[in-house]
């Protein structure tokens, strides 16, 4: 099985976006545990579009329905993982399906590893201002998830340039002041060189407290704002279209 193959089952499976990591970019990454990446050279780095209908309200807080939103894309994406796991075994390969939004760290707030530095290598977009991932057809309302693998056979794809500029509405946008304004080339080395971090943090946790419908730590507004989400008209995802 070749990346076009792999990317036409993983659109049959609902992804809307599908990439491919040389995880040897990846040294240095923080992962748990700290082996993670052993014995896997490659990594599927797979995205899921966000209903626009859901994310055009949310202007200062999430809505009850981003809430619903949210648990379905995540399990839309464990199972997209699961079967895509399935398939490379069938060929032989190892696979390892990462979950889509499983926190390990409540302290540090970390997980397995970082979905967005696998999608950056893998070519679904750039890291925005947001520390989000930003797709050019879709900006960053996509939500990802990753697999695992060692089957060779799968060709790796080019990172994207960043195109944020000068565009500083996520900055604007934010409710707690948390986002600096800084720009990357690549990706930033850590979280607070974009995010006054602990803002975020705050403003996410204390959803229940403000919002007695709203049981995960979410927002959504530095996705609402990003104007390459919010351009109009039919868009196609090109990342899979070109490839299968
Ligand atoms: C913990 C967590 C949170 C925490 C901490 C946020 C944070 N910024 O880390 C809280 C609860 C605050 C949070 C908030 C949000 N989250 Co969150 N979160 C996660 C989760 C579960 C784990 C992230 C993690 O382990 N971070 C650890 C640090 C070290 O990694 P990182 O910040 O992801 O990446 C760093 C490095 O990897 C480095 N990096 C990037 N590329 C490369 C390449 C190389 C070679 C190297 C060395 C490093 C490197 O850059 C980053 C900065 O240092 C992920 C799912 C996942 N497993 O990835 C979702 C995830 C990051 N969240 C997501 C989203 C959408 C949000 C929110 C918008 C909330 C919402 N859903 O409405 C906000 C956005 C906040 C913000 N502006 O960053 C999405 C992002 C999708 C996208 N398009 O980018 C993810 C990927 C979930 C998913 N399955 O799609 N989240
Ligand atoms: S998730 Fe909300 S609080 Fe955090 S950076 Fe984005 S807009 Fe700001
Ligand atoms: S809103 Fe602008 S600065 Fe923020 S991530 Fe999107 S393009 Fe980049």
């Not at 979950?99 to 409540?106: F, G, I, N």
């Not at 997980?111 to 290598?121: G, M, P, T």
């Not at 409710?175 to 995010?195: C, F, G, M, W």
């Amino acid at each position: 099985m070749n990346s076009k193959q792999l990317k036409k089952f993983a659109r049959d499976c609902g992804a809307d976006i599908v990439g491919v990591a040389d995880t040897e970019m990846l040294d240095g990454i923080q992962t748990e545990p700290k082996d993670l990446l052993k014995g896997y050279r490659r990594a599927v780095s797979i995205g899921v579009r966000l209903a626009d209908g859901v994310i055009d309200p949310i202007i200062h807080d999430p809505t009850p329905l981003y809430q619903q939103h949210y648990l379905k894309v995540n399990a839309l994406l464990d199972d997209i993982a699961l079967r895509i796991s399935q398939y490379l075994q069938a060929s032989g390969a190892k696979a390892l399906p990462i979950p889509a939004s499983q926190l390990l760290d409540k302290t540090e707030w970390t997980s397995y590893l970082s979905h967005k530095a696998i999608a950056i290598a893998a070519g679904i977009g750039w890291q925005g201002k947001s520390l989000l991932v930003v797709n050019p057809d879709f900006g960053p309302r996509v939500r990802l998830v990753t697999v695992l693998t060692d089957h060779l056979d799968l060709e790796p794809d080019k990172p994207l340039r960043n195109r944020c500029g000068k565009c500083s509405f996520c900055t604007d946008a934010c409710p707690a002041q948390a986002i600096k304004n800084v720009n990357t080339k690549s990706h930033y080395r850590d979280r607070n060189e974009a995010l006054h971090f602990e803002r975020c943090v705050t403003r996410v946790t204390q959803n229940p407290e403000r919002l007695p419908f709203i049981e995960s730590p979410i927002c959504g507004v530095c996705i609402r704002a990003c104007p390459w989400g919010r351009r109009k008209g039919p868009r196609k995802a090109t990342k899979v279209i070109r490839d299968t």
